[in-house]
């Protein structure tokens, strides 16, 4: 990936204001998805409505001392505001809605066409681009290897977080995608251990598929 703007230069004020951003549209995020998409069910509960507006919060903010008043900021920022409501729901319900999942796709592609135009490099847009397909592809068809180990929805959301990682460089693509895996597999074993779980399966994959995506962004942006 070229230069981002340098972390050193983001203003408190600025990042403060960021970080306020996605933790008002945290809670609007989730009466939308109550509204739009009822199979998810109501409203959260005041306990994880307030624990995922702190994260998205805190994450937003963090993005923004990172990367300063960069162009594909406001595709990082929806990135996390979306992220963590298909992490709380897959994490309740075992569910990633592909409306969701879509909305997170076209709009993280939207934003990231409109860093290009505003002089961001066109060139981490074509890799974000074809991080969308392998990283796609790669779960297409451990799905079909493995359909205990991997759902459909864990494959269709493999391309908003290709299309992320793949912006952010080559080495990112990698190390995000097969942190995603490493992450599940520390978080079932110890869902197995501590509840004794025979299957799985019941291991919500996409959560560590987005924690994963933005730790490596964070870190390696």
């Not at 972390?7 to 809670?27: D, K, Q, T």
């Not at 624990?51 to 594909?72: C, E, K, M, Y």
């Amino acid at each position: 990936m070229t230069t981002w703007g340098d972390a050193g230069l983001a203003e408190p004020l600025f990042v403060a204001v960021i970080g306020l951003i996605g933790l008002i549209a945290s809670p609007l995020a989730e009466l939308l998805i109550a509204k739009m998409l009822p199979r998810v069910g109501p409203m959260p509960g005041w306990g994880a409505r307030i624990t995922t507006a702190a994260i998205t919060g805190a994450l937003s903010g963090a993005f923004a001392l990172r990367v300063g008043a960069d162009p594909a900021l406001p595709a990082f920022v929806l990135f996390v505001i979306l992220g963590v409501q298909l992490a709380r729901i897959d994490i309740s319900l075992h569910l990633l809605p592909d409306p969701l999942v879509l909305l997170l796709l076209t709009g993280c592609l939207f934003l990231l066409l409109g860093a290009a135009l505003s002089g961001g490099p066109w060139s981490s847009l074509a890799r974000a681009l074809a991080g969308t397909a392998i990283l796609f592809v790669i779960y297409l068809a451990l799905a079909l290897i493995s359909p205990a180990g991997l759902g459909m929805g864990d494959v269709k959301l493999a391309a908003p977080v290709g299309l992320y990682l793949g912006y952010l460089g080559w080495s990112q693509l990698l190390y995000g995608g097969l942190l995603g895996f490493v992450l599940n597999g520390v978080v079932t074993v110890v869902v197995v251990a501590r509840k004794r779980k025979e299957r799985t399966a019941e291991v919500a994959h996409g959560p560590s598929m987005i924690g994963a995506a933005v730790g490596i962004g964070l870190l390696f942006s």
